[in-house]
């Protein structure tokens, strides 16, 4: 089967979207780690947190779901957030013990699509916990910004940043559970009918 088909149309307003979320992420590091335009860096990231359901949402609206949107959308979630990770760690927003436990989860879910690859079976669809995880963290991510570069929003960015990160990390291991379930019943599925 050709590969463009296998993928479905391209150019759909939610692919789109998702293109734009992907460009975000270089635009972010960019304004963060090579300027001063912090209160920029943190408005690329709060529109790139805001439009990860807008990709979703356009595309059931207007028909337009495809295979191609499938893969970018959970592309661009982890590329924002592995991205973000890295640079706020770097400038000791977050500690390194909360980057390693998101890197560990998402070393779990590598593991896991390796494991399912070789098998034959492609990725387990999207959760909407890891979908929920995903928002929230991307949520806490420019409060921990607001409380560590604005001394009028520490008082209260930093608390909600932290209640963010710590919800949004345990629903990311709640997600990565499920994937794990759902990909055992692929296997297992795959194994019975064969």
């Known amino acids: 089967m050709d590969q463009r088909q296998s ?49 979703g949402f356009a595309a059931r609206r207007l028909k337009q ?12 979630d982890r590329l924002y957030i ?3 990770l890295f640079a706020l760690t770097f400038k000791d927003v977050v ?3 909360f980057t390693i436990a998101l890197l560990a989860r998402e070393a779990v879910m590598i593991l896991c699509l390796v494991v399912l690859r070789v098998l034959g079976h492609g990725p387990p669809p999207v959760h909407y916990v890891g979908k929920t995880a995903t928002a929230v963290l991307l949520m806490g991510f420019p409060m921990m910004l607001l409380a560590k570069f604005s001394e009028a929003a520490r008082p209260w960015a930093l ?15 709640v997600a990565a559970v499920f994937y794990f379930i759902q990909a055992a019943i692929h296997v297992r599925a795959g194994r019975l009918a064969s």
Not at 38 to 44: E, N, R, S
Not at 67 to 76: F, I, S, T
Not at 159 to 173: D, E, F
């Open 159 to 173: 608390p909600s940043g932290w209640a963010l990160l710590w919800w949004g990390i345990v629903l990311y291991w």
């Open 65 to 76: 779901v495809s295979r191609l949107g499938e893969l970018l959308d959970p592309l661009a």
């Open 95 to 97: 500690p390194w013990w």
């Open 7 to 55: 993928l479905g149309p391209v150019l759909t307003v939610p692919n789109l979207i998702s293109f734009a979320r992907l460009l975000g992420v270089p635009l972010f590091l960019y304004l963060f780690l090579a300027t001063d335009a912090t209160g920029w860096a943190v408005g690329v990231l709060v529109v790139g947190g805001l439009s990860d359901w807008v990709d």
């Open 82 to 84: 592995l991205a973000t």
